[in-house]
């Protein structure tokens, strides 16, 4: 099981002012989860935010609050603010995340969620009427045949062809998330957070790869279904959601853009994001800019990691509203050797910029990153404040 750092922490410890430092200690205080509900179990993504987190921070705050997330992942806040009925504009470099993202929140009538197991049985059908043992390697894909078996690869170029053919642009764009959910469980790659091959692995058998893409069709079309139920009994109409791939570092946002911004950066050495979605990246298209942009990578050095977190949080207190708030979930990492604290380095970035930390809650968490396996480490939840 995919394990994410907000799943494993120990019970948190509230700092600074009294009032704010409870209340997100309650919002740190989740239990973990095997199945995320909703949409948010939908396609893996490695170090993701425990969704009770996201709904306690949001809760926290008054209704219509504009949030944004400009490190936003899979759209854990994004699906949260959804159903908060708050405004939303989620920032990451990855396609891959802006994709994952938009088809979390995606509110459709029932029938329209029904048309996406539909063409998942008939792109199916379709698929084994025209298998031979001998389909090519699909262009995009040619960078990482390795990662494959043959046969397998070539039943995904297969699919890929089919979902272009759909004419309908929703349609088309949730069923490319769907491949693209299948594309590491259908590689030799040991797991969707660990990137290296697992040597044990056997090949897929025929046709697996077509009925994978009809289970994982028929769960996207349930969970959407749950998504559109909630929001209904909640009485709750969001608005659209906004998505844009930018880097954090360089957004340039009008003062006043955001009432929350509530992100979780990446942590100092912890997860090499790009190397996650390798082969997904080759199937959006999108090829170095994520891994050039990358922050806080294994690969990197402390001082860059500083110097990063240090323009990205200049960007989004310049973007907040009078009285607004950033809230971050953050957890101590290393780079190269070099221990990073992650409370001490927001604290002392906050004060270099003019802005305060009021309150924070910090709890000791077990790590299961590659390669990492059984440190001990702390995450934090930090309010920062102008």
Known sequence: MRRSLSNLGGRPRPWGDTALARILARCFAVEPIENPPLTHGFHAYPGRMHPQIAERVLAAFPPKTRVLDPFMGSGTV?????RAGAPFLGIDVSRVAIEVAWTRTRVLPPAECRRVEAAGLRIE??????????????????????????????????LKALVDEERDGTLRRLLTCV??????????????????????????????AFRLFREKC???????LLLSSDLHK????????????????????????????????PYAGTYDYSAHHTLRFALY?????????????????????????ERCLSRLLAALAPGGRIVLLIGDGSVQGARVEADRLVRDLARSLGARVPAGASRD??????????????????????
């Open 179 to 208: 491949l693209s959910s299948l594309l590491v469980k259908l590689s030799r790659q040991a797991s969707d957070s660990v990137t290296v091959p697992d040597e044990s692995r056997r090949p897929w058998p025929p046709r697996a």
């Open 234 to 265: 909640r009485g709750v109409k969001p608005p659209e959601p906004e998505f844009r791939v930018a880097d954090a570092r360089e957004l340039k946002l009008p003062a006043g853009t955001a009432d929350l911004v509530f992100t979780s950066p």
């Open 78 to 82: 994004a699906v949260e603010s959804l």
């Open 125 to 158: 059908r379709t698929a084994r009427e025209n298998v031979d043992e001998n389909l090519p390697v699909p262009k995009w894909a040619e960078a990482h045949a390795n990662w494959y078996d043959p046969r397998t690869l070539g039943e995904i170029g297969l």
């Open 285 to 309: 298209g999108q090829h170095d800019f994520a891994e050039a942009r990358e922050i806080g990578a294994r690969r990197d050095r402390a001082e860059n990691y500083r110097r990063d977190l």
């Open 365 to 386: 968490l077990t790590e299961w990153a590659h390669g990492k396996r059984g440190e001990r480490r702390r995450e934090h939840l930090i309010g920062v404040s102008r």
């Open 218 to 224: 028929a769960e996207l079309t349930k969970r959407l």
